[in-house]
């Protein structure tokens, strides 16, 4: 039996002829000129990246444009590209279309290949996984796609034979857990189950959090310690390629790249309530990839230069009065949902690259907050990492390692980084780096020579995975390889009680723990509950114990009821949306999507229903007073973004929608900046004022005390900054439903210029402040409507028919908040909406 074990660690350290490559997914630059590409390149190129992603969507315009320009840099630097044809960003992409991109740019000189074929990749698109086998036998391609959306087991039966490999992009974790390998077992396990073996492309990703409800996307997954542990798992997964997710992907916080003013469209057309990518770099996570990459490709790699990455939010999670209506997961994949402060943990996270082990110190506000490191290069040359609470304390963050000094920015409670945040949670990470002294180091042993020494698994598997691991055998379909170092000696039958014990899986156990049971009870723990001494027949796995809890049932009230009950059974259940989550188990998969959708009905709060709506009704459950089906011209049109060619021609234009409906205008682009100068604000500000106690003792002996206050109004008059805008935006225009029999209608136009919050301070007390959110100017359309020459039209019509295509690119913003119609003088933030935020607080108060 102990040779057996032995056997295959060492079946697990035999050397591999690959042709490892790691890949970083790349958003298109339209923009860029062959000499920008080359600068960026060169980044990449540095960072010991091999080839870019190249995500290109269907309708692009200045998809070739893009590419052309990044293939001559590419030629002039050497570096490498591939088309990753994006099917979800512009729709399915027409078979001719995918072979007139591949034949022009396979050719090329600089296009990568594997095999000779030129290498060719999706973001999802399994509806059109059958066009692949033409595409195949047309350009010779050799095909990695990403249909992660299926899973590996099923993205496999979409066209047997046509994937040479499958791209998994399931890179982050699961709630409040760390990442684990669980999904990249199953995809290894399915792709070594075909005839020849298929290549796998697994994902690595620092960080993801979005907030762009253009895009319904609003959420979080733990980013935390994961840089540093998905590295750690490549190096003991062994793909054939790494696909870094991402090089610029702003609006969902994975970029690694460098930050460009350019590519921060996602922003305005995916409606964020603020920037959260500004002035929050990422550059320091690519400080530690040469040398976790050289280790990946090369099996060791020699430390030529120290360096340190540190990365951390800039405030505490519950710092901000306003948490975006962000959640941890999100229901739009079928995950149960979190608060997001149950996910992000108030950290400084911090990897160095060292060639003997230094200590670490970490100070916030010149605070020492006694730091350490928790991983351990074995043999100690090679990665460190480590993290340290923050806990209340705020001001400069000071890492030091060494002789580097990472002076990163302070950590505050201020909500107010940047322009339009007004107090929303940012949950993007602030990345800093260091370097130090030029050395020479290598550990001692290969990656071949290297064994898992750490690991973990979930439930039931931990303290068996936490055992075997430790000691060289961490099976990947049960457990997570954590560190990897030299073999451990191995117990022996001297020093172990209960050594040489063939071990089997308890009852009612299946397979998955057949092997850990009989490693772990030869070498002494047999745990009862887990295995033991008995060969009882193995159960059988009808739903994998490694996936994570769905919801299977959750309730609602008032017209929600229903529809909680249906949606929260088939693991749809938005937290946002006022609902109990009553049970969790393995998901239940819902109906397939019958291509409808559905909105909030009349008179109900879209807040709440529109999502939900959606769910359902394109499930075929619509439930009358609560959704409508949506799109119709007796349904109207809902919220329509009007596209800014509304504006080309002479003529004023005419605006379609399907009453009911709110026209969100583009704004009107000014042909250089201007100033605005807004009048002064006159307003009443009330304090509250503590006059005493008062101290009451009831005859049961309870006493109460009651703070007595007085408030004071006064009025006063405040001076507002000039505004400088290159564009002029409008206030939203609602088309009521009682319109509906008119055929066309006239809308005056009012533009909104929104200042900036004002900070007054106490003439008393200077140090107590007061931040004033001026309302949008002009408060009411015009007496006058008319317009200089040049600028836009003072009256345009509507006319009761269908929408035209909706705006992708320099939409209006939808008025959301204190300034809306009607007003909601309780709302806390002027960028959010009033419903939203009343229906948060409604539903934080019925949480347990």
Not at 469 to 489: D, F, K, N, S
Not at 720 to 728: C, E, G, M, Q, S
Request: one cysteine or more; hydrophobic letters at 35%.
């Amino acid at each position: 039996m102990g040779w057996s074990f032995l056997l295959a660690v060492l079946l697990r350290l035999l050397p591999q002829v690959q042709a490892k490559a790691v890949f970083a997914h790349f958003m298109n630059a339209a923009s860029w000129t062959s000499a920008q590409w080359e600068d960026d390149i060169s980044i990449a190129q540095a960072a010991h990246i091999d080839a870019y992603a190249m995500n290109i969507r269907m309708g692009d315009p200045k998809a070739v444009q893009a590419l052309d320009a990044a293939f001559v840099a590419a030629q002039s630097t050497g570096f490498r590209l591939f088309l990753s044809f994006d099917y979800a960003g512009g729709g399915p992409w027409p078979l001719d279309t995918v072979l007139s991109f591949i034949s022009q740019y396979g050719p090329n000189p600089q296009y990568y290949r594997y095999d000779g074929k030129p290498f060719v990749s999706t973001f999802e698109g399994p509806e059109s996984a059958a066009d692949w086998a033409t595409i195949k036998a047309q350009t010779g391609c050799f095909f990695m796609p990403d249909w992660s959306s299926k899973g590996a087991k099923a993205a496999l039966r979409l066209a047997p034979g046509v994937p040479d490999g499958l791209f998994s992009w399931a890179g982050w974790p699961w709630g409040n857990t760390d990442m684990n390998t669980y999904v990249d077992a199953s995809y290894l396990q399915f792709l070594n189950d075909t005839s020849p073996d298929l290549e796998y492309m697994m994902p690595v990703s620092p960080w993801f959090f979005t907030n762009l409800p253009g895009y319904n996307k609003n959420w979080l997954w733990r980013g935390d310690d994961l840089w540093y542990d998905r590295w750690q798992q490549v190096w003991f997964v062994q793909p054939e390629f790494v696909q870094i997710l991402t090089w610029n992907d702003y609006g969902e916080s994975h970029y690694i790249g460098p930050l460009y003013d350019e590519g921060m469209d996602a922003f305005t057309i995916g409606r964020a309530p603020f920037n959260f990518a500004t002035n929050m770099p990422h550059d320091g996570w690519r400080a530690t990839l040469p040398f976790v990459i050289d280790t990946y490709k090369h099996g060791k790699a020699t430390v030529t230069k120290e360096v340190l990455s540190v990365w951390y939010r800039l405030t505490p999670r519950a710092a901000c009065p306003n948490d975006g209506g962000t959640t941890g997961n999100t229901a739009s994949q079928l995950q149960v949902e979190f608060d997001p402060r149950e996910i992000a943990q108030d950290k400084i996270f911090y990897s160095a690259v060292l060639a003997s082990s230094q200590s670490v110190t970490v100070t916030v506000g010149g605070a020492n907050l006694g730091a350490t490191w928790t991983d351990v290069p074995d043999g100690g040359i090679g990665i460190y990492h480590g993290s340290v609470e923050f806990g209340a304390h705020t001001g400069p963050v000071v890492v030091t390692v060494g002789s580097m000094v990472m002076s990163g920015e302070p950590i505050g409670t201020s909500c107010d980084h940047v322009a339009g945040q007004n107090g929303v949670t940012n949950w993007n990470a602030w990345v800093g780096e260091a370097s130090g002294a030029t050395v020479d180091a290598s550990p001692a042993l290969n990656l071949t020579e290297r064994v898992c020494i750490e690991g973990t698994g979930v439930g039931n598997y931990a303290g068996l995975c936490g055992f075997a691991c430790r000691l060289g055998y961490c099976p990947i379909g049960a457990c997570t390889c954590i560190r990897m170092g030299e073999q451990v000696p191995l117990p022996t039958e001297e020093n172990t009680p209960g050594w040489g014990t063939i071990g089997y899986p308890a009852q009612g156990l299946d397979a998955t723990y057949s092997g850990l049971c009989a490693f772990n009870c030869f070498y002494g723990y047999c745990p009862a509950g887990a295995c033991g001494t008995t060969r009882y027949p193995l159960g059988v796995i009808t739903v994998s114990p490694f996936l994570p809890s769905a919801c299977t049932s959750g309730s609602g009230e008032g017209n929600l009821a229903g529809l909680c009950s249906y949606a929260c059974s088939y693991g749809f259940c938005p937290m946002h949306s006022v609902m109990r989550v009553t049970s969790q188990g393995a998901l239940n998969q819902p109906p397939p999507a019958n291509g409808g959708s559905g909105s909030a009905g009349s008179g109900v709060d879209a807040d709440l229903y529109d999502g939900l709506c959606d769910f359902t009704c394109s499930r075929g459950y619509c439930p009358a007073g609560a959704c409508i089906p949506a799109g119709t011209g007796s349904t109207g049109s809902f919220i329509v973004y009007i596209d800014p060619s509304v504006w080309e021609g002479s003529d004023p234009p005419t605006i379609p929608c399907y009453p009911p409906c709110i026209l969100v205008l583009p704004p009107w682009p000014l042909p250089e900046p201007t100033t605005i100068s807004l009048p002064a604000l006159t307003t009443e500000i009330a304090s509250v004022h503590p006059l005493g106690t008062t101290v009451t003792t009831y005859p049961e002996g309870y006493v109460s005390t009651f703070t007595v206050y007085n408030t004071i109004v006064v009025t006063t008059t405040i001076e507002l900054p000039p505004l400088v805008t290159d564009r002029i935006e409008w206030w939203n225009v609602e088309i009521a439903s009682t319109d509906v029999t008119d055929t066309t209608g006239s809308i005056t136009l009012t533009s909104s210029f929104l200042p900036p919050p004002i900070i007054i301070s106490n003439s008393d007390d200077p140090s107590r402040t007061r931040t004033i959110h001026p309302p949008p100017w002009p408060t009411k359309p015009p007496a006058s409507v008319t317009t200089p020459p040049g600028g836009p039209p003072p009256v345009i019509s509507w006319t009761s028919s269908k929408p035209h295509s909706p705006c992708t690119a320099n939409c209006g913003r939808r008025c959301t908040g204190l300034f809306c119609n009607p007003s909601c003088f309780i709302c806390p933030d002027p960028n959010v909406d009033c419903k939203q935020d009343v229906n948060m607080a409604a539903r934080k108060a019925k949480l347990p």
